[in-house]
């Protein structure tokens, strides 16, 4: 095994431990709110949770508001945040009513709300083998709510409303990275989210126990750590190897469902999430592969 060789299998190897330790984090934050559960409105326990979370964006948070941004950025800005607010709230309702498992095989609709976002309304181009991907993963999604089969509950409405609605927030948020560094991305999401919730969390204002309050912080500290993980596995590994590694956040979140809350492991809801991550996976394996065909010279060049 050349030297070069051996730096790339330990790179890699470095990426998925990133992305392992992504999971756990993002199945930490799904369990904090689970274990609120209805405590506290959906539009209060995701209020105090951004607020947390932007104690640690103010550094970068700062020196962005001083420099100003320009209307066409504060517009897109305001929309995100418009986005992002409704997104959340749907997340908090769903998280409190149906299944760990199920919000986190419900949320892997995401990517494909943006592959189909990109497509329709910035021109992106789909290939027919991308378009068979996504009708793979709409499937799997059917696997996982089986319409018809059982009534759908509220809070599987939600968590539909959220997925398509976060991807509708990610779309924004690419064309926001085009011009802005992607810290002052984050940051000015999260303000801007605290300022659409803070209105509809004093609607139902419960005064929360000192308890939630640090569950909720916690909440922040694993989605910040998460996030920072995910970075540092796209940093260590191309997406073709990190990505698989996704289906097992699906595994965690049906564990601590079933160990923590004591929710029933539902085989279906497995099924269609492991279907929506190879659908989502072979997505980011073609798009790596057309990527480096494109920059790679052809012989002779």
Known sequence: MTTTTTARARSDLTGILWMLMAGLCFVAVNGTVRWLGQALPAAEGAFIRFVFGLIFLVPALLPALRRGFSPRIWALFALRGGLHTLAVVLWFFAMARITVAEVTAIGFLNPIVVTIGATLLMGERISWRRALAIAVALAGAMIVLRPGLRALAP?????????????????VAKRLS???????????????????????????????????????????IFAT?????????????????????????????????ALAFGEPVDIWVLTGGA?????????????????????????GA
């Open 155 to 171: 809070g599987h409405l939600a968590q539909l409303g959220a997925a398509v609605t976060f991807g509708a927030s990610y779309l």
């Open 225 to 257: 750590a998460g996030h920072y993980a995910m970075t540092r596995a796209f940093a260590a590994a191309p997406l073709t190897v990190t990505q698989p590694v996704t289906l097992l956040q699906l595994l965690w979140a049906a564990l601590l469902g």
């Open 178 to 220: 085009e011009q802005v560094p992607a810290s002052v991305v984050v940051a000015m999401m999260s303000l801007t989210v605290c300022i659409g919730l803070a209105p509809l969390a004093a609607l139902n204002w419960v005064p929360p126990s000192g308890v939630q309050c640090a569950v909720l912080a916690c909440t922040a």
């Open 275 to 299: 279907v929506m991550i190879g659908a989502i996976s072979y997505i980011t394996w073609r798009e790596a592969r057309l990527r480096r065909d494109a920059i790679t010279p052809p012989p």
